[in-house]
C-alpha cells in the first residue's frame, strides 16, 4: 500500500490580513447663527472634550470656518454626524457638522 504524503502547507490555515478601519473626520462647520455657547456644549456632550478644548475647537471654528472634532470609524462617525445635527435641529441652531475620510 502506497503511502501518500499531504504537504503541511495544504494544510495550513490562510492567514487573513486583516487592516484597521478605515478613519473618517467629524467637522463643526462655521455659520452666522449658531452660538459659541451652543458649540462648546455640543463639543463636551457629543466628542468628551473638557471647556477648555472645546473653546480651542469652538475658535477655531469661528476663525478658520471649520475644526475636525475627532477621528473615529465609520459607522462611530456617521452617528456623531447624526447626533450633532439632530441636536442642534432640536435647539433651532443651523450647526452643520458633516464627516471625510482620512
Do not use: W
Not at 494544510?11 to 473626520?25: D, G, H, M, S
Not at 447663527?33 to 469661528?62: P, S, W
Not at 435647539?91 to 475620510?101: K, T, V
Amino acid at each position: 500500500m502506497a503511502n501518500k504524503q499531504q504537504s503541511s502547507t495544504a494544510l495550513a490555515p490562510e492567514r487573513a490580513k486583516i487592516k484597521p478601519p478605515r478613519l473618517y473626520k467629524v467637522i463643526l462647520l462655521n455659520d452666522d447663527y449658531t452660538t459659541m455657547d451652543f458649540v462648546i456644549e455640543v463639543l463636551q456632550r457629543f466628542f468628551a472634550m473638557n471647556r477648555e478644548r472645546a473653546m480651542q475647537i469652538m475658535l477655531k471654528v469661528h476663525n478658520e470656518g471649520s475644526a475636525v472634532c475627532g477621528v473615529y470609524p465609520l459607522d462611530v462617525a456617521e452617528t456623531k454626524v447624526a447626533q450633532v445635527s439632530e441636536f442642534a435641529k432640536q435647539h433651532g441652531h443651523p450647526l452643520r457638522c458633516s464627516m471625510e475620510g482620512t
